[in-house]
């Protein structure tokens, strides 16, 4: 199992969460993978307690080492301070 954690900021257009909806601002992505090859993307306000599902956030990668790009990509697609 392995965890990885960003800050980012989401700017017009947000993040889209399966529980609250759309969120923007200043937020905190955590992706996590459990071993068997499922990567789940979490995302929350930062310094907030609960945790959103990213509404299509669940991929399956072949070699769990392929979970720091997939973070790292998720971090460039949804950080958009500047809209």
Same mark, same amino acid.
């Given at each position: ?7 980012? =900021? &989401? ?5 889209? =969460?399966?529980? &609250?909806? $759309?969120?923007? %601002?200043?937020?905190? !992505? +955590?992706?996590?993978? =459990? %071993?068997?090859?499922?990567? =789940? &993307?979490?995302? +929350? ?8 599902? #990213? ?9 769990? +080492?392929?979970?720091?790009? #997939?973070?790292?990509? !998720? #971090?460039? $697609? !949804?950080? +958009?301070?500047?809209?």
């Amino acid at each position: 199992m392995s965890e990885y954690s960003s800050p980012l =900021t &989401a700017g017009q257009g947000g993040v889209m =969460t399966e529980e &609250a909806g $759309v969120i923007t %601002g200043d937020l905190e !992505l +955590r992706t996590v993978s =459990t %071993g068997d090859g499922v990567i =789940t &993307a979490k995302i +929350r306000y930062q310094g907030a307690g609960e945790w959103y599902r #990213v509404r299509g956030g669940a991929c399956k990668i072949v070699d769990d +080492r392929d979970h720091a790009a #997939v973070h790292s990509l !998720l #971090v460039g $697609v !949804l950080n +958009r301070p500047t809209g």
